[in-house]
């Protein structure tokens, strides 16, 4: 058993895509910005809000991310629930726990309080908490340092390549999930859990 179990949080913890898509939908809607498939947004998830309309949207990238920060809780509190088994393994793994997210902080912080799993974690970083994003190390690299574990003691649970390549190149043991947004096809390279038992078994 590692000392220390990172996760991801969207599409990993939380079954949040409908959240994401929709609120990002709205966010170009009010921006009177064409909105991009369900798909291409569901793609990116796991980047920067800032990196996502960049790519997807020729809008003003600095208010529709502030519109869809002010948007995202509605849709949250509607669509968005733990995946089914999550709370059990938390409950039973007897190890420190950490989210490394791409929300920012304080939406991170949100989000873990309203799914009522905050207190299973010692860590909870955002990603404007280090200088720079998935898929770069930092994130993980500062979950390491605040927790005095090292990257032979540590695996990283995630549902993108993005986690994953981040797990990469901070050294990290990487374990994917199959049920989030990029799916088994993409994450074939990783070890890869395609239910939460397989999780809890693959963690070790």
Do not use: N
């Amino acid at each position: 058993m590692p000392r220390l179990v990172v996760f991801d949080l969207d599409g990993t913890l939380s079954d949040s895509r409908e959240a994401i898509v929709r609120t990002f939908e709205a966010a170009c809607l009010d921006h009177a910005v064409p909105a991009p498939t369900d798909q291409a947004v569901a793609d990116l998830i796991g980047l920067p809000l800032v990196h996502m309309f960049e790519t997807l949207t020729g809008g003003p990238v600095p208010a529709m991310v502030q519109t869809y920060k002010d948007r995202y809780v509605e849709f949250d509190r509607l669509h968005t629930r733990l995946f089914p088994g999550i709370l059990e393994l938390l409950i039973g793994l007897a190890t420190l726990k950490a989210v490394a997210t791409s929300k920012m902080q304080q939406g991170a912080e949100r989000s873990l309080e309203r799914a009522g799993i905050t207190a299973h974690f010692d860590q909870i970083i955002g990603h404007d908490a280090v200088p720079r994003p998935k898929p770069h190390p930092d994130m993980l690299l500062e979950v390491l340092r605040r927790a005095g574990v090292s990257r032979d003691d540590a695996v990283m649970v995630g549902d993108t390549t993005f986690d994953m390549d981040m797990a990469d190149a901070a050294g990290v043991r990487g374990i994917a999930v199959s049920w989030g947004a990029h799916g088994a096809h993409r994450l074939a390279r990783w070890s890869t859990a395609h239910t939460v038992d397989e999780l809890r078994q693959l963690i070790g």
